[in-house]
């Protein structure tokens, strides 16, 4: 994983839209990403939205935007652009920003490229957070080992307690918990019994 990052609104596991934003693939930026998503669908709820909708305003305005191969595959699917015309503007379309897809092939690619992964189901109300790297004690040791990096005791790690049903309700304790440990200047934690390690990318 890396700097390329695609979060995809969902509903009861059917992909609606996704965003690929190229330089916001480590764990801090994700999280603070998908706050700001998650954060758009809350106030997108006071609207007589679909899910469709709903979706594409929560992402487009994060400043991702329709781009041209995106809008062709839209014709070539044939799905209704009327009522997403709120997404098209005069703001610039840039990777960095923010690519929209809604199309079944737009959403592919865009997922082809990434190198982290945040999904959202509007149905379950889910959060998948896949930004960060997971090993077992002994695997993080042994990797350390074979390529001649310190050895952090696990006992001097900050510990995260990591709610694994993130949804909603759960996500702000989660993202508060590890931005906490980035800003304190440490890329690594373990959990409370100290049998798995998180590493962050920074």
């Not at 596991?13 to 996704?18: D, R, S, V």
């Not at 809008?71 to 997404?87: R, S, W, Y």
């Not at 952090?152 to 990591?162: A, G, H, K, R, S």
Request: aromatic share 10%; with cysteine; charged share 25%.
């Amino acid at each position: 994983m890396g700097q390329r990052l695609v979060i995809q609104i969902e509903e009861n596991g059917k992909p609606l839209a996704n965003a690929y934003y190229h330089w916001s693939g480590y764990t801090g930026s994700s999280i603070e990403q998908t706050t700001e998503v998650l954060d758009n669908l809350v106030t997108c709820e006071e609207d007589d939205y679909t899910s469709l909708q709903k979706a594409v305003d929560a992402l487009f305005r994060t400043g991702a935007r329709f781009y041209p191969d995106e809008i062709m595959a839209i014709e070539k699917e044939n799905i209704d652009m009327g009522p997403l015309q709120f997404a098209f503007d005069d703001g610039p379309v840039d990777r960095n920003s923010g690519l929209l897809s809604i199309s079944a092939s737009g959403m592919e690619s865009s997922i082809k490229w990434e190198e982290a992964h945040v999904g959202i189901d509007l149905g379950t109300g889910d959060i998948i957070f896949d930004a960060f790297y997971e090993y077992t004690a002994e695997d993080y040791i042994q990797e350390r080992v074979d390529n001649e990096l310190e050895v952090v005791d696990l006992n001097e790690m900050p510990v995260l307690d990591i709610e694994y049903q993130l949804n909603m309700d759960t996500w702000p304790g989660f993202a508060h918990d590890i931005l906490e440990i980035l800003n304190s200047g440490r890329y690594d934690a373990v959990s409370p019994d100290h049998s798995t390690v998180y590493s962050f990318i920074a």
